[in-house]
């Protein structure tokens, strides 16, 4: 417990208090952290890029504990101070958080989707999602807003295969999307949660319950019988929507493997300049003769210039903020509430992009799907279970 406390504060930037618990403030939310809360300070760093329902509800989170409405935390004079918003409606604050989960992402995808019908080069388009995300990085190491971790080559070492899995993942994702309808790939990204069972049971050699197998039949049938009649269906999308769950599961792989004190904010941060570095290579060599051949010239003479550059930048900085929201949702629930969660945004996202884009679906493309996204609230909840009874073992 002394190590786990230790830990927290390095990662928090504060120090262990010994003596009486006091009321710590987090932006102006109290929380407390369990057995568990040291490994998830390690753990949900590394996991801060295209998140999945799986890789999420299998790590230990902090669990929101309501703060009595006539407390009040103490300063170090030992006078009262009035308690903020945040601690006396903990479940509005919390409803606030998924609210912009959901909404940041939603919007992404409709955004990202809107380019590529005047800019259909998905390399490029991702390397700009990575690029305004390190922008936003810098300029808060600018300004302190955290400050700047050092980093040194055994960390890069460790946060290197990290980095390359996210940008393989991410880039994947994006050629995807641009392939084929939005609500189809997501459908095909909901295999995710197959083969991160498959690289736990056979990379991790943990033993993958019966139970968790069985509930990833009906994912499987159901993304079967929606590519089978999906009217959007062509090879690219499919197969670089099943690489992106390769390569995301791979990255949690790596991600466990990789144990760093560094706060979250930074190792993003470093994850994204490695990604964005692998990214730029195959950007020039496969879209870049046609960019500047006839690329840019066709989207300026389509949208103009201003109009191009702004949305690549607000759709960059969505792609950034929804993945750092998701990760402080994350923190303030348990696995099961963000595993629930997480179903219920690719519910969302599936349905507004339908609505938006106007995406005509066959009986068989429909039912397939719901079977699908009902098998991966299966699976999500019976991982969430698991994970939530080895927390208490521990804690016994």
Excluded at 302 to 329: D, I
Aim: charged share 10%; net charge positive.
């Amino acid at each position: 417990m002394a190590a786990a406390r230790t830990l927290l504060a390095t990662v928090s930037g504060g120090a262990a208090v010994a003596g009486p618990r006091r009321l710590r403030s987090r932006g102006s939310q109290s929380t407390s952290l369990g057995v568990g809360g040291a490994h998830l300070a390690c753990r949900r760093q590394l996991l801060l890029g295209s998140f999945s329902a799986a890789a999420l509800s299998s790590l230990p989170s902090r669990r929101l504990r309501r703060t009595p409405v006539a407390s009040a935390s103490s300063d170090s004079t030992g006078e009262a101070k009035p308690v903020g918003f945040a601690e006396r409606y903990p479940a509005l604050v919390t409803g606030f958080f998924f609210f912009m989960w959901y909404f940041l992402n939603v919007i992404f995808n409709i955004l990202n989707k809107k380019i590529f019908d005047y800019f259909p080069y998905p390399y490029f388009v991702s390397v700009s999602h990575l690029s305004v995300g390190v922008l936003y990085c810098l300029v808060g190491w600018t300004f302190g807003l955290p400050k700047r971790a050092p980093i040194n080559s055994t960390v890069l070492k460790l946060l290197f295969p990290v980095a390359v899995c996210h940008a393989i993942g991410h880039v994947t994702s994006t050629v995807s999307f641009a392939a084929v309808a939005v609500s189809f790939a997501h459908t095909i990204k909901a295999l995710e949660p197959f083969f991160n069972a498959a690289a736990s049971q056979f990379i991790l050699g943990q033993q993958v319950p019966l139970t968790l197998w069985f509930s990833l039949v009906p994912v499987v049938i159901g993304v079967s019988m929606a590519s089978l009649t999906e009217l959007s269906f062509n090879w690219t999308g499919f197969i670089n929507a099943m690489i992106s769950n390769i390569s995301f599961t791979l990255r949690s792989v790596y991600s466990k493997k990789a144990m760093t004190d560094m706060d979250s904010t930074n190792l993003y941060a470093y994850i994204s300049i490695i990604a964005l570095l692998v990214c730029i290579p195959p950007a020039i060599i496969i879209e870049g003769p046609q960019l500047v051949q006839h690329g840019f010239k066709d989207a300026i003479a389509k949208v103009g210039l201003t109009k191009l550059v702004s949305n690549l930048l607000v759709v960059g900085l969505f792609y950034h903020l929804y993945n750092q929201v998701a990760t402080n949702t994350l923190e303030r629930v348990t696995p099961l509430t963000h595993a629930v969660g997480n179903v219920l945004k690719r519910v969302f996202v599936i349905g507004f992009s339908i609505i938006v884009f106007g995406n005509r679906i066959t009986t068989q493309t429909g039912i397939g799907t719901c079977i699908a996204i009902a098998g991966v609230a299966l699976y999500s909840f019976i991982k969430a279970k698991i994970e939530e009874e080895k927390t208490k073992m521990k804690s016994a």
